[in-house]
């Protein structure tokens, strides 16, 4: 069945979501109060105004799609898998080239695990879209991080309710050795792990769509990277019926001109751009 007005929220998480104080809960087990891993300024407003689009044009969405950031603790991309050449913890925010580890700058923690990640680097370099970068762990699986920001996770399920379907929910990420910012394909595919190659389903059902509005987390990372696949693998082609919801996605701190380069690019393929609101307009019609 086609979809007239379809929404593809991206990793709305909360590890990504510079929360408020009151939206994060105490630990049972450590009594200290949770926090965000890696918050997106902006995100919690953001997808505040996400949840109330849901809410305000519920009958009018035909479907709704949403993306979970899902990862191991020892993850190539986050610090436990990593050590400097004295063995010390390896930083959040570090990049880590091939002839890093090479020359010996950097190496996994099990030493076994070298000739992999070494292989690893040179196919994600050779692709030329990102360079490694050692993220704080988030996104956890199971953890409060990984889970779906509360307003959306409301709105998300009033619409269900309402409507009588359900949510399509995808897990990517949890391969640890390679990085899934786009719900589509891994950075670099792993052969043996047909969940890391082209999601041809997801695809189908997006394609569907004469209208798919995209909001969430982070502009400049997870959104880009699955936007971009999206105008180059979309069966129907036509990007113009791809929207980005612009004050429903920011960028993550320091990555705020590749977002603007993102989002110029994209208009320039035929990508459409909206706020929050005018996307209300447009449901609402």
């Given amino acids: 069945m086609p979809h007239r007005h379809h929404l593809l929220i991206i990793d709305a998480q909360n590890d990504f979501c510079d929360l408020p104080a009151d939206w994060c809960p105490t630990d049972p087990v450590s009594g200290a109060k949770l926090a965000p891993a890696l918050p997106v300024a902006g995100a919690h407003a953001d997808l505040q105004r996400v949840a109330g689009l849901i809410a305000g044009s519920a009958s009018a969405l035909d479907a709704i799609t949403v993306t979970l950031d899902s990862h191991h603790r020892v993850d190539i991309a986050h610090p436990p898998f990593w050590r400097t050449d004295d063995g ?9 080239t091939a002839d890093d580890v090479m020359a010996g ?9 070298a000739p992999r990640a070494l292989a690893y680097l040179e196919a ?8 490694l970068m050692v993220w704080p762990v988030h996104c956890q699986m199971g953890s409060w991080g990984q ?3 509360a307003g959306v996770l409301a709105a998300c399920s009033a619409w269900e309710e309402r ?18 910012y ?14 890391t190659g082209l999601n041809h389903t997801l695809l189908a059902r997006l394609d569907r769509a004469a209208n798919l509005f995209i909001a969430g987390q982070a502009a400049s990372h997870c959104v880009r990277a699955t936007v971009e696949h ?11 019926r791809l929207v980005l919801l612009t004050d429903g996605m ?14 110029a690019a994209m208009r320039a393929r035929g990508v459409r751009t909206m706020t929050v609101a005018e996307a209300g307009r447009v449901l609402q019609a």
């Fill in 182 to 195: 786009s719900a589509l394909q891994a950075e670099v595919p792993d052969e043996h792990d047909p969940a």
């Fill in 163 to 180: 409507l009588g379907r359900q949510v399509s929910v995808l897990h990517k990420g949890d391969n640890p050795w390679t990085e899934h």
């Fill in 88 to 96: 010390a913890p390896v930083p959040p925010f570090t990049e880590i």
């Fill in 105 to 113: 700058r950097y190496h996994p923690a099990d030493e076994t695990n």
């Fill in 124 to 131: 994600l370099e050779a692709r030329g879209r990102y360079t």
């Fill in 250 to 263: 920011s960028p993550v701190a320091g990555f705020e001109a590749q977002a603007a380069e993102f989002i």
């Fill in 230 to 240: 999206l105008v180059a693998h979309l069966p129907a082609h036509r990007p113009e």
């Fill in 147 to 149: 889970c779906l920001h």
